[in-house]
């Protein structure tokens, strides 16, 4: 069977500072265990990168991306068309960007800085270090 093609123009989410073709300036890197993140996101926990606000800046030629306040101040960013999560904007004060960093098409490079709501975190992940790993579907 052949890989299923991604939707064009839906992905890559670009966040670049402005001008440039640098990768952004990452400022911390996540994963958050908290049930809101893991409902949200349908995971078992957020991987999460917080970006520079001022740098920042999303490709969008196709006016795909759509926003919903999740909670008062919290937006969560996704792709209109497929549904995939984005990223997430707190206008602030201070103004949040925290990115999916699944959804880009290069590699992050970490590391992870920490987990947060780690006493929140899916009880069944415990002792998932442990379970067969496959390089493909087995």
Known sequence: R???ARPAGVLPLRALP???SSPPRRTRSTF???ARCRKANG???LAAVTEEPAT???SDPHARLASYESSPGVFRKF???CGSPLFSHRPGPPEVIRLRPGTLDSAFAGPVTAHIFHRDRA???EGAEHAPTYDERP
């Open 32 to 34: 958050c265990h908290c």
């Open 56 to 58: 920042f800046t999303v």
């Open 79 to 81: 792709c209109g068309h």
């Open 43 to 45: 995971t078992t926990f």
């Open 123 to 125: 009880a069944w992940l």
């Open 2 to 4: 052949g890989r299923r």
């Open 18 to 20: 402005q001008g440039t």
